[in-house]
């Protein structure tokens, strides 16, 4: 199943920084027919306090194709994409709207 991963502090607002600082990560999944929430993730970097690096936040979310959020470095998204990783950027305020945003998995395949 295809799995996102949406930058978030509280579970229903989209996190207002990048996405690598973001605290929270809520993890959808596509059930086939729609995405559904299926937990929230902390992230151990954002602790830090410290800008991520992709390969990084890649092994916190290892499962996830998708990664969403308000924002997210130039670099990073660029290695993020060569690795086969879907960013999202969105200025959605909700995570509910985010969630509503994200592609359906067919049309990634064209």
């Known amino acids: 199943m295809l799995k996102a991963a949406i930058a978030t502090a509280d ?3 989209l996190w207002d920084g990048h996405f690598g600082q973001a605290p ?6 596509f059930d086939g027919s729609h995405w559904v929430k299926r ?10 306090g410290k800008h ?3 390969d990084e936040i ?3 979310l290892s499962d996830c194709a998708i990664f969403a959020a308000r924002e997210m470095g130039k670099k ?3 290695l993020l994409e060569k690795k086969g990783v879907i960013t999202f950027l969105k200025e959605a305020g909700s995570v509910e709207e ?3 945003l994200l592609p359906d998995p067919e049309s990634l395949s064209n």
Do not use: D, T, W
């Not at 929270?24 to 999944?29: A, G, K």
């Open 58 to 60: 890649r092994q916190i």
């Open 98 to 100: 985010i969630i509503s």
């Open 39 to 48: 937990e929230m993730r902390g992230n151990p970097l954002a602790v830090e």
């Open 52 to 54: 991520a690096h992709p």
């Open 24 to 29: 929270f990560y809520l993890i959808c999944e």
């Open 11 to 13: 579970g229903k607002h």
């Open 76 to 78: 990073s998204r660029h």
